[in-house]
């Protein structure tokens, strides 16, 4: 079931790009590997530093996989895991736009006779990584709910 979440997102992307006048060319624009490596870059070490990389790992197999729970703690380790996660995700894509923001906005003012082209790219450079922040974001959270569901399971049992 998790599949459809993912499905679903892909398809909304896909519907954005394709009512665009460049149709599915613009696709590429979505991507952008250094956005993506800074969420890499930013979430797994405060995953590890919080001592929850494990459980993070874990509620992917807890959740997708077939996986049972040993015990009601391991589930809410998993579940605080992806918790942080989804938080760490929003906080590190704005502070990655505002720090886009800041570079756009620094060599605008350092560079003469800069044209507004330059002054959009920048800023949709910008916000591609709060994108990808509320995109994984929207992954986690029916992880996290089918913790909290399995937490509530364990517990009537």
């Known amino acids: 079931m998790y599949i459809l979440a993912v499905i679903g997102v ?7 790009t394709v009512i665009t006048e460049n149709g599915l060319a613009s696709a590429i624009s979505y991507f952008d590997a250094v956005s993506i490596l800074q969420f890499v870059i930013i979430i797994i070490p405060i995953l590890a530093a919080s001592g929850l990389l494990k459980d993070f790992n874990n509620a992917f197999k807890l959740t997708i996989g077939r996986k049972k729970a040993d015990s009601i703690l391991q ?5 605080e895991a992806v918790k942080l996660a989804g ?3 929003l906080a590190s894509g704005a502070m990655a736009t505002c720090c886009g ?3 756009n ?3 605008c003012i350092t560079s003469t006779g800069t044209d507004i082209n330059s002054l959009v790219a920048g800023s949709a450079a910008s ?5 990808y922040g509320l995109i994984l974001y929207l992954f986690l959270l029916p992880v996290k709910s089918k913790l909290e569901v399995r937490i509530s399971d364990f517990m009537q049992d």
Not at 10 to 16: D, E, F, H, P, R
């Open 10 to 16: 892909i398809l909304a992307v896909l519907l954005n």
């Open 75 to 79: 589930l809410k380790r998993a579940k």
């Open 87 to 89: 938080k760490t995700s």
């Open 101 to 103: 923001f800041i570079i």
């Open 105 to 107: 906005a620094h060599n």
């Open 127 to 131: 916000l591609i990584t709060m994108f």
